[in-house]
């Protein structure tokens, strides 16, 4: 297990297109979240799984922005109808329980670029 | 409302000297604080949490309630210091962290 994978590693799409990003956590991870980054800002929460259960959304996530866990392993998060608004890093974590003593493990991210 | 503050955007530092990157919280809850580093070209990785109180790389960071801070401090900056520094607070059982806009700690040789 080499961690959290996600993929690509970037996008530029132009506006208006639909995307798909995909995360892969670390496979004993119950709990998988996405959050989004944008210059000079912290990361922000977008939304989170335990198991397959999408538990929360944050206000952020328009109906434009749909996310997955399909039987609990890899996660989607698609973006529909793309603006230059949602040029970002978008960013996975995975984590055992609500923490754990580890805290999150990140992937790399996903850099998407709207034009 | 549910915050955390970092007001310094760029904090340069030469090698030896200390270093103390501030973080402010608002929470009506219990908090639960950590930072996370960035190093240039990797991923964000947990630096150290406030419920564990221990040194890493010779950082450490007391939750300080009466004045809702979280700074993080090392006595001596060495120049593999230099990267992004995030604190968050965890909300509820959730997991999820809010985090702070970040710092930059360049240190110089």
């Known amino acids: 297990d080499t961690g959290v994978s996600q993929d690509p590693r970037h996008k530029i799409t132009k506006r208006g297109q639909n995307v798909t990003f995909r995360c892969d956590p670390i496979s004993e991870h119950n709990r998988l979240y996405w959050y989004r980054q944008t210059l000079g800002q912290g990361p922000e929460f977008l939304t989170y799984f335990q198991n397959e259960a999408q538990l929360e959304k944050s206000r952020l996530l328009s109906d434009r922005f749909s996310a997955e866990r399909p039987k609990g392993s890899f996660s989607t998060l698609e973006i529909q109808r793309t603006e230059q608004g949602d040029s970002a890093m978008y960013l996975c974590?995975?984590?055992?329980?609500?923490?754990?003593?580890?805290?999150?493990?990140f992937g790399s991210g996903t850099r998407l670029t709207v034009v | 409302a549910q915050r955390v503050t970092q007001p310094e955007k760029l904090l340069s530092v030469f090698k030896g000297a200390p270093v103390e990157l501030k973080c402010n919280y608002s929470y009506s809850g219990s908090p639960e604080l950590f930072w996370y580093v960035q190093y240039s070209r990797q991923r964000l990785q947990l630096l150290l949490r406030h419920i564990s109180r221990e040194s890493i790389k010779g950082f450490t960071a007391d939750l300080n309630k009466g004045e809702t801070s979280f700074h993080l401090k090392k006595p001596f900056a060495q120049e593999e210091d230099s990267a992004m520094y995030y604190c968050?607070?965890?909300?509820?059982?959730?997991?999820?962290?809010?985090f702070g806009q970040g710092t930059t700690l360049q240190v110089k040789p």
């Open positions: 968050a607070l965890k909300i509820g059982n959730t997991g999820k962290l809010i």
């Open positions: 974590a995975s984590s055992l329980g609500g923490q754990g003593l580890y805290g999150y493990t």
